[in-house]
């Protein structure tokens, strides 16, 4: 395993360089990258951190800067370290420019503005906190999606993400023996998603948890045949009600909001 140091600066919070530099570390095998995140770098001091930092572990540098002052500084740094240093949105943001025949007008952290789509996700997110596992029913037709599978089946992470994408989710666990609220069969508005998992792989998910908080592991929530049933069961009641249906046994939860999501642009283009 070949280890090298990743410099990510920012102007703003740092998540769309961090975000860049894993999905293109993903490509490489063998590769160990230790991150240096640098965030909210807006004044000259702060960039003599960060080019001392890149001097004291010299490495890749990504970035996205839109100061004309700082980008010159770390550019003119990084090429007295002999680093190599890449500007991780201007061939995008230049090719826009010339398409749209826009000047582009730079303004650090401008993606997180507080517009109505700021505030919508914020709505979101206190929607998919009140109505985790089941609860606050009252107003469950009110969400834009309901996620239901049995313990352990990523609904609320599901969930969690799909609010960060301004999405109202709530979760619905699913209990062999315990009806399911009334509320559910009533809500006409939200499509109803449901998520199963291979039993074998269940089972790791609730040991890996039992041990987290240090519970006893010979108990029928990791039993082969319990679990087994549990999914089963699960599976009928989805089928009765024609819900679809998402295997999460090999997918993370970024793919798994991501086909929600396309479910949900196409119900609601049906409905439109």
Request: with cysteine; hydrophobic share 40%; glycine share 4%.
């Amino acid at each position: 395993m070949k280890i090298f140091h990743l410099h990510l600066v920012s102007d703003s919070t740092g998540e769309t360089v961090s975000a860049a530099a894993r999905a293109s570390l993903v490509h490489f095998d063998n590769i160990q990258a230790e991150e240096h995140v640098w965030r909210m770098i807006r004044d000259t001091n702060q960039m003599k951190e960060v080019i001392a930092g890149i001097k004291a572990n010299r490495g890749f540098v990504l970035y996205t800067i839109v100061n004309d002052e700082f980008r010159e500084a770390l550019e003119e740094g990084c090429r007295k370290l002999k680093v190599p240093c890449v500007p991780l949105l201007d061939t995008v943001v230049a090719a826009m420019g010339n398409f749209f025949n826009v000047e582009a007008h730079a303004q650090p952290g401008r993606q997180h503005i507080m517009d109505a789509e700021y505030f919508n996700r914020i709505e979101a997110i206190h929607y998919v906190l009140s109505h985790d596992d089941g609860r606050s029913m009252s107003d469950l037709n009110k969400a834009d999606v309901i996620v239901a599978g049995i313990s352990r089946t990523t609904k609320t992470p599901t969930c969690i993400y799909l609010a960060n994408r301004g999405v109202k989710a709530a979760n619905i666990p699913i209990v062999p023996g315990c009806p399911l609220p009334p509320e559910l069969s009533k809500a006409t508005f939200p499509l109803i998603v449901g998520l199963t998992c291979d039993a074998k792989k269940l089972i790791q998910i609730r040991k890996h948890r039992l041990r987290m908080v240090k519970q006893n592991e010979k108990t029928d929530y990791v039993d082969i045949k319990t679990v087994s049933e549990e999914i089963d069961h699960a599976c009928r009641f989805f089928e009765k009600h024609k819900w679809p249906v998402i295997d999460v046994t090999r997918i993370s939860i970024e793919e798994i909001a991501a086909t929600i999501l396309q479910m949900y642009s196409h119900r609601l283009k049906k409905l439109c």
